[in-house]
């Protein structure tokens, strides 16, 4: 079994700053992938910022150049440095890891944690 807690969220001014944590519990070591997704009111939970082996990472387009993905790959911890942020980044963001177990890829997901934008 995998945990996954997310923490950082909160409310923050259009051009500000948050710094979202995810750290994972149990059995790590089967952990592959890590990543961050969002979810807006009344839109599907889409890909934010995703690597695999700690090392190649992908963005969604609308994050590029001012979201920053990092993390400890041993310890399975991913952040989520999160600059310029805008309204439209308004969302529950729930942390991911995909996992390999007993012949089985499975899913974990965080609990999630709100982002609010607003002035």
């Known amino acids: 079994q995998v945990q996954l807690v997310e923490s950082g969220g909160g409310l923050a001014q259009p051009g500000g700053s948050l710094r979202l944590s995810c750290a994972a519990s149990g059995d790590i070591s089967s952990i592959y992938a890590m990543g961050w997704y969002r979810q807006a009111p009344g839109q599907e939970r889409e890909l934010v910022a995703g690597f695999i082996g700690g090392s190649t990472t992908d963005y969604a387009d609308s994050v590029k150049g001012r979201f920053t993905l990092s993390g400890d790959n041993a310890k399975k911890v991913a952040y989520l440095q999160m600059n310029s942020l805008k309204p439209e980044d308004t969302a529950v963001y729930y942390c991911?890891?995909?996992?390999?177990?007993?012949?089985?890829?499975?899913?974990?997901w965080g609990q999630g944690t709100l982002v609010t934008v607003s002035s």
């Open positions: 991911n890891a995909n996992r390999y177990d007993s012949g089985r890829y499975l899913e974990v």
